[in-house]
């Protein structure tokens, strides 16, 4: 019986991403944690002490998130449809891997249309500024964008679900939404969003890596993981460049390089050899390598979750 609580919900959720995304219609539970952010960055970033209000409101939200769904999950356990029905729910939410890929896809069929176009979709999902990327930036951003959200979007949330359930993943959400929100090292946010970023890098260190593993084994290139680990590292963030590293050696390109953020260039290391032209039927190639990743890993889950059992 408990491995069926554990992986009926996983199932049903990971089906849901695969039919639905992220229909913008559905209320979802990142747009709540994304005001109760706003509301408390609002009262508490200002004046003397910004590191530890920061760090206070970081702890309350992820505590209060975290014990929120322990005791919707423990009191929906009486009654089993409803315990499949909610946890299902909230697994799908945890997930992001459909629209992940389909934003992906919306990028270059917008460039596709006009390089105007492209540079306008691909606002939508990334932090640099992109008024003045051409083509293969674009293709960049978006490849970049794919492997490190499957870690942030796929891979984690179903490792802390794997570990604590609806409430773990759900407590990841969390902490990631913080981190996309003040985790920012600029004026308004270096001091107050500095403790949710360092959580977030925490709570990422495992699944970033778990993620450049799996994207090795389902391209079975996972004898080249010594390559991909020491690019990994040239990276500023301590694991964005762990899947960025890993595409870039399946599909022999280069990522990085400068960028503007907020007005501000960026100079960031190469990660890759190859520094080629991207093709704009590659994004087949790259969603693929997310849908096989989040496939398997689902996979490795039920299966020992149910030798754990035996």
């Known amino acids: 019986m408990e491995f069926y609580l554990i992986i009926l919900p996983l199932l049903i959720g990971y089906i849901l991403d695969l039919l639905l995304g992220d229909p913008r219609s559905l209320p979802h539970p990142i747009r709540l944690y994304g005001n109760l952010i706003i509301y408390g960055e609002k009262i508490a970033n200002k004046g003397r002490f910004k590191f530890i209000k920061g760090a206070l409101l970081t702890l309350i939200l992820c505590i209060s998130t975290f014990i929120f769904f322990y005791y919707l999950i423990t009191l929906t356990g009486s009654i089993l449809w409803i315990y499949y029905l ?47 990327l051409n083509s293969q930036q674009i293709r960049t951003a978006v490849f970049e964008t794919l492997s490190e959200n499957l870690s942030d979007g796929v891979i984690a949330p179903l490792f802390y679900y794997a570990i604590l359930g609806v409430p773990g993943a759900m407590l990841y959400k969390m902490i990631n939404t913080l981190d996309s929100m003040i985790g920012y090292k600029n004026d308004r946010y270096i001091f107050f969003g500095k403790f949710a970023a360092k959580l977030d890098d925490l709570f990422n260190y495992i699944p970033a890596r778990l993620t450049a593993v799996l994207m090795l084994l389902v391209t079975f290139k996972l004898h080249k993981i010594s390559f991909v680990f020491k690019h990994a590292k ?8 762990y899947p960025e590293a890993a595409l870039a050696f399946i599909i022999d390109c280069r990522f990085g390089g400068p960028n503007y953020y907020h007005g501000i260039l960026v100079e960031k290391p190469y990660i890759g050899l190859n520094d080629r032209i991207l093709t704009a039927d590659e994004i087949k190639t790259v969603a693929s390598i997310n849908q096989k990743v989040t496939f398997v890993f689902i996979f490795f889950i039920t299966l020992f979750s149910y030798i754990s059992l035996i």
């Open 234 to 241: 040239r990276h500023s963030s301590p694991n964005a460049g």
């Open 86 to 132: 909610v946890s299902s729910i909230f697994v799908f939410y945890a997930l992001a891997n459909k629209s992940l890929i389909d934003e992906g896809k919306a990028v270059f069929k917008a460039l596709d249309e006009s390089l105007e176009k492209g540079r306008q979709r691909l606002s939508w999902i990334v932090g640099r500024e992109t008024t003045k």
